[in-house]
């Protein structure tokens, strides 16, 4: 239809021209011939349109009458159907769309084709947007190696927390009933959460069971788990002022023995991913609880703490000279013996090394850090008691006379010790504990249970 309407307005304004140049003023010989030539072309054009038109038009009605007679005779055939057959073929008939007898959808067309595309871009969308999640999700094995390697400095300041927060509640006067209690936040700052330490990374999910990170992996996110609900169970049990001192001790137990365990914990999972072995891993952890407890003994602000009313409290019980350091630490902080079971298993308790090289080890870990020169000559005075004032003028030239007078009686026993040749683990990291655990007793908030 819209080409008949074109051809016809064509013819229309042919005519149109002829009859212009009719009533028009004749021209010169060369522009008359130039006209008749332009004329010719339209007309031979035209003459093309009407025949491809004319064409077209013969065609669909070929096609028309074909289908007619297609459908005659396949209305024959649906009259010996059943009626209700036979209507549904009539109906599809009568609604049916024939593209080329019936003309093009345009709209149709487009849409589809639009469609088309729009799922194209979508589906190359999504699979560059799964690539970049995978990307940004997944961390290298590196930075998870990196995380479990951080962990023994993590929990060592966990063990010294729980340390100090035990001695100041059972330092309360046990004539009379409990009246204050650590506050929460002292506690629910212990708690580890697992996906903050296990990391989607990429590795190899089809080696075999026994061998697979992944399992190492599920493992290691329940212990944390774990240990995050008995945190906050101790947390509440320690705010109930009647609730009974079996249940407390055992909330003690839990926090005492947990930390070193979990440290133990991460070996099978750092091995599956860069094949250490238990003795590399157990230097390793052993070096980080001693590199932090020198990295915060070093600070001023921390030593200063040792000259506290609380920290010269808890020196003078573990520090006594009456009682050897396991029985004092037993009894006044572990009275369960939590750590010393979980440290059993991490190292055996006739195990010794030698001073030279515990500072050998600390000296490569300083040296990273850029601080090997302050620990050589830090490490130097710490372990000999007679280098006290030079100790202090050197590293905590804030504290006055008073505080060096209480700070020199408090940890005396714990320079001895530092100035032995050989060092029994188990000693060590209990006078190291004691310390530290000392500075941070004066950090630990009571809360009054009125």
Same mark, same amino acid.
């Given at each position: ?5 074109? *051809? ?25 011939? $130039? ?5 010719? $072309?339209?007309? +031979? ?46 109906? $599809? /008939? ?12 345009? =709209? ?6 639009? *469609?088309?595309?729009?799922? =194209? ?43 100090? &927060? ?12 409990? /009246? ?57 049990? &320690?705010?109930?002022? +009647? ?7 055992? /909330?003690?137990?839990?926090?005492? =023995? ?48 040792? *000259? ?41 308790? $006739? ?14 870990? =300083? ?6 020169? /302050? ?5 130097? &005075? ?69």
């Amino acid at each position: 239809m819209k080409k008949t309407v074109i *051809a016809i307005m064509a013819l229309t304004l042919v005519c149109s021209t002829q009859a212009a140049r009719k009533n028009a003023t004749v021209p010169d010989v060369q522009q008359t011939t $130039e006209a008749d030539t332009t004329d010719r $072309e339209i007309l +031979h054009e035209l003459e093309k349109i009407y025949n491809l038109h004319h064409d077209t038009k013969t065609k669909i009605e070929e096609a028309r009458e074909k289908r007619q007679k297609e459908a005659q005779k396949n209305q024959e055939e649906k009259e010996d159907l059943p009626d209700e057959y036979s209507a549904m073929l009539r109906i $599809e /008939d009568n609604t049916h769309q024939h593209w080329w007898a019936d003309g093009w959808n345009l =709209f149709g067309i487009l849409t589809f084709i639009a *469609a088309v595309i729009s799922a =194209f871009y979508a589906y190359f969308t999504f699979r560059e947007q799964k690539k970049t999640e995978a990307h940004t999700s997944n961390a290298p094995v590196e930075v998870q190696l990196w995380k479990l390697k951080d962990l023994p400095r993590h929990f060592w300041r966990n063990l010294v927390c729980t340390s100090a &927060l035990i001695f100041r509640f059972k330092a309360q006067d046990k004539s009379k009933p409990r /009246d204050h209690y650590p506050s929460e936040s002292n506690l629910l700052k212990l708690e580890t959460l697992p996906d903050d330490v296990v990391m989607p990374i990429d590795i190899n999910k089809n080696k075999v069971a026994k061998d697979n990170p992944y399992k190492h992996a599920h493992e290691l996110k329940v212990l944390l788990r774990n240990y995050n609900v008995e945190v906050e169970v101790a947390s509440e049990h &320690l705010s109930h002022q +009647h609730i009974e001192d079996q249940s407390l001790e055992q /909330d003690f137990d839990n926090l005492m =023995f947990k930390p070193i365990h979990l440290v133990k914990s991460t070996f099978k999972y750092r091995n599956s991913l860069s094949k250490e072995s238990d003795e590399q891993m157990r230097t390793h952890a052993l070096t980080s609880f001693i590199k932090e407890h020198f990295t915060k003994l070093m600070i001023a602000s921390n030593f200063q703490f040792l *000259a506290s009313v609380t920290a010269k409290e808890l020196t003078d019980k573990l520090f006594d000279g009456r009682r050897d350091i396991h029985t004092a630490f037993r009894e006044e902080i572990d009275t369960t013996c939590g750590m010393e079971r979980s440290l059993q298993n991490l190292i055996d308790s $006739e195990s010794t090394i030698q001073r030279s090289k515990i500072q050998a080890l600390l000296e490569a870990e =300083f040296r990273e850090d850029d601080k090997e020169k /302050d620990f050589n000559q830090y490490f130097a &005075l710490i372990t000999d008691p007679s280098k006290f004032d030079e100790l202090c003028n050197s590293f905590y030239s804030n504290l006055n006379d008073t505080e060096r007078g209480l700070i020199s009686k408090a940890i005396i026993p714990y320079q001895q010790y530092l100035s032995q040749d050989t060092w029994k683990w188990h000693e060590l990291l209990k006078y190291m504990l004691v310390v530290d655990a000392a500075i941070e007793t004066n950090k630990i908030g009571m809360v009054n249970y009125k």
